[in-house]
């Protein structure tokens, strides 16, 4: 097991250290965190990612709602965040511990986070996939006839079945997040080893939120044209052209209708919505494993 918590607390008792080091503890508390952390940053960020999801939409901003009705779509968001996110940091922590100690590397090695965090963010993608058809429909729709988000669902999955309807767009939402995990969770690693050595500060929930912060924002311009396709694919309508398309065709195609630009569309409130969004996440993912150890220690 890890030395140094993974949400990057400074250096425990040995009584935390005990509890903490307890597999069942340790991934419990993941469990939890996580889905505290996702929850937070979908309710609290939800307007800047409806501003987004508008800008990327294939109508236009303002044809897709404008300023109108920012909060559609939160509902599936709150719900299916907090399974999504603890799903993640259940599977990132088991997975740092497991190839950590068949490859024999270091805790601290990038390639451990950057497999940990990709295979992580796949099994996350069962969940929030669906929960991203729901939610983006929700926010890009202008008909004053509004579903829900089960009749969302339930739409898709009764006129185009579980791959083209439930899971649309599941292999072009993997193309985006293995990239920006594979840039986010190693920085964020990163950053919270140089944190003490660089500031000579210990690392608390703030600073593990900043570290998070940075690495965010970093990884959420880099990944912004992935995040446009993405987008594309799951609002798109069942005869469209793009339905029919592959990843590299929609490419194509939004460089053609408009240019490099195209390409970065929502730039700002993606970057903006990621970089908050990492403070919040990380911070809180942090805060709760902190008080879920400290609660442990305390009973015990």
């Known amino acids: 097991m890890e030395g140094e918590m993974s949400s990057g607390a400074a250096e425990p008792s040995k009584t935390t250290m005990f509890f903490y080091n307890t597999p069942k503890n340790h991934f419990f508390n993941a469990l939890v965190a996580g889905a505290v952390a996702g929850m937070v940053v979908d309710v609290v960020l939800f307007p800047i990612d409806t501003m987004k999801t508008r800008l990327q939409s294939e109508l236009g901003f303002w044809r897709a709602g404008g300023?109108?009705?920012?909060?559609?779509?939160?509902?599936?968001?709150?719900?299916?965040?907090?399974?999504?996110?603890?799903?993640?940091?259940?599977?990132?922590?088991?997975?740092?511990?497991?190839?950590?100690?068949?490859?024999?590397?270091?805790?601290?090695?990038?390639?451990?986070?950057?497999?940990?965090?990709?295979?992580a963010?796949?099994?996350?993608?069962?969940?929030?996939?669906?929960?991203?058809?729901?939610?983006?429909?929700?926010?890009?729709?202008?008909?004053?006839?509004?579903?829900?988000?089960?009749?969302?669902?339930?739409?898709?999955?009764?006129?185009?079945?579980?791959?083209?309807?439930?899971?649309?767009?599941?292999?072009?939402?993997?193309?985006?997040?293995?990239?920006?995990?594979?840039?986010?969770?190693?920085?964020?690693?990163?950053?919270?080893?140089?944190?003490?050595?660089?500031?000579?500060?210990?690392?608390?929930?703030?600073?593990?939120?900043?570290c998070g912060a940075i690495a965010g924002g970093i990884s959420s311009g880099l990944t912004t044209p992935l995040d446009v396709i993405k987008t594309r694919v799951m609002l798109a309508e069942r005869n469209s052209l793009i339905v029919k398309l592959?990843?590299?065709?929609?490419?194509?195609?939004?460089?053609r209708e408009k240019g490099f630009k195209g390409l970065f569309a929502g730039f700002i409130p993606r970057v903006l919505w990621i970089t908050l969004g990492g403070a919040f996440f990380f911070g809180f993912y942090d805060l709760t494993s902190r008080l879920l150890v400290s609660k442990e220690a305390y009973h015990k």
């Open 121 to 210: 963010e796949v099994l996350a993608c069962v969940v929030r996939v669906p929960v991203e058809i729901a939610k983006q429909r929700r926010q890009a729709s202008n008909h004053k006839q509004q579903q829900s988000s089960l009749q969302i669902l339930w739409t898709a999955y009764k006129n185009e079945g579980l791959r083209q309807g439930l899971y649309r767009g599941f292999g072009s939402t993997i193309m985006r997040e293995i990239p920006f995990s594979l840039i986010q969770f190693p920085l964020w690693e990163y950053f919270k080893l140089q944190w003490s050595p660089a500031t000579g500060l210990e690392l608390t929930p703030f600073s593990v939120a900043l």
């Open 67 to 119: 300023f109108r009705g920012i909060y559609k779509g939160l509902a599936p968001a709150a719900a299916g965040s907090a399974p999504s996110a603890a799903l993640f940091f259940f599977a990132y922590e088991n997975l740092k511990i497991f190839l950590g100690g068949i490859t024999q590397s270091s805790k601290n090695s990038p390639y451990i986070h950057m497999m940990s965090a990709s295979s």
């Open 246 to 255: 592959t990843i590299p065709q929609v490419l194509s195609s939004i460089l």
